[in-house]
């Protein structure tokens, strides 16, 4: 546990959800106000594909701003703490999935999870 910075990773962590979270917020009122208001937003997000890749594209830049974050903070093992900000990225796909409400397939449930520590490193 020496390399690990604590707060390093879970100010990261808390910084990539939070700006994921404002992110998404933002995407669903554009889609609000873009497609007229007898759509469910849900029905919108699972007829247009292009909306949820934005959504994972974005999320993925998400986790690129917590690594930088956490790998700033710490100044030591930067890869390992950028990588580690990824866990609450983590947890809440995980959470996501078995809540058993998403339509999407498994593959694509499953490839933001695995793909979250490699773009907070990248970060």
Do not use: W, Y
């Not at 998404?24 to 007898?38: D, E, H, N, Q, R």
């Not at 866990?87 to 995980?94: M, Q, V």
Request: proline letters at 4%.
């Amino acid at each position: 546990m020496g390399g690990i910075s604590v707060k390093g990773v879970l100010v990261g962590a808390i910084v990539g959800t939070v700006a994921s979270l404002f992110i998404s917020a933002l995407i669903a009122v554009l889609v609000l106000v873009i497609f007229p208001a007898t759509h469910k937003p849900r029905e919108v997000f699972d007829s247009h594909g292009f909306l949820a890749l934005v959504m994972v594209v974005s999320g993925l830049g998400c986790c690129v701003l917590a690594g930088f974050t956490a790998a700033s903070l710490s100044r030591h093992n930067e890869l390992l703490n950028g990588g580690l900000s990824a866990f609450l990225c983590i947890l809440l796909g995980i959470l996501e999935m078995s809540g058993g409400k998403n339509t999407h397939p498994v593959l694509v449930q499953l490839l933001p999870i695995v793909a979250a520590p490699a773009f907070a490193i990248l970060g």
